[in-house]
């Protein structure tokens, strides 16, 4: 049986933090879908195909990965494309305490789906794609924030 993993997130934009993490877990699973969930909470920068658009093209030549969106919860489209395991990055104390709960929720909601967490490393602690929209929002230079080959799709 193939380990199939979901790396949820609104990814707007995708960091080199994100970066990280897929990076840090492919050698776990056998195909990783990087799946960008509606979040009611959040007003986006870019749009739904500028971010599947920019996130296909960095990971084009990666035959694990695979870029997908969905509009339900994320346990229920773990089932729907029969994944095992979700995918998530920690970066501070307040991020695992959020984690944690919904973990815990997910698994009282699906006992298939097992979550795993990467600790951030040390330089991408402070990243995050809220502060990241802020910056581009008033046009600064956010490209040491993104991956080396990320291209910001207009």
């Known amino acids: 049986m193939q380990k199939i993993a979901v790396f949820p997130g609104s990814f707007d934009p995708f960091t080199k933090g994100h970066e990280n993490v897929i990076s840090r877990g492919l050698p776990l699973f056998d195909r990783i879908y990087i799946a960008i969930g509606y979040n009611s909470e959040k007003k986006s920068f870019f749009t739904l195909d500028q971010r599947l658009k920019m996130?296909?093209?960095?990971?084009?030549?990666?035959?694990?990965?695979?870029?997908?969106?969905?509009?339900?919860?994320?346990?229920?489209?773990?089932?729907?494309?029969?994944?095992?395991?979700?995918?998530?990055?920690?970066?501070?104390?307040?991020?695992?305490?959020?984690?944690?709960?919904?973990?815990?929720?997910?698994?009282?909601?699906?006992?298939?789906?097992?979550?795993?967490?990467?600790?951030?490393?040390?330089?991408?602690?402070?990243?995050?794609?809220?502060?990241?929209?802020e910056i581009l929002k008033y046009g600064g230079d956010v490209s040491q924030f993104l991956p080396d080959d990320m291209i910001i799709e207009d």
């Open 55 to 133: 996130i296909g093209k960095l990971y084009q030549n990666e035959p694990k990965i695979i870029v997908d969106h969905y509009e339900e919860l994320t346990v229920d489209y773990c089932k729907k494309i029969g994944a095992q395991y979700l995918l998530r990055g920690l970066r501070t104390a307040a991020d695992f305490e959020y984690e944690r709960a919904i973990a815990q929720i997910n698994r009282k909601m699906n006992p298939d789906v097992e979550t795993v967490f990467i600790l951030a490393v040390p330089e991408y602690t402070p990243v995050n794609s809220t502060i990241i929209r």
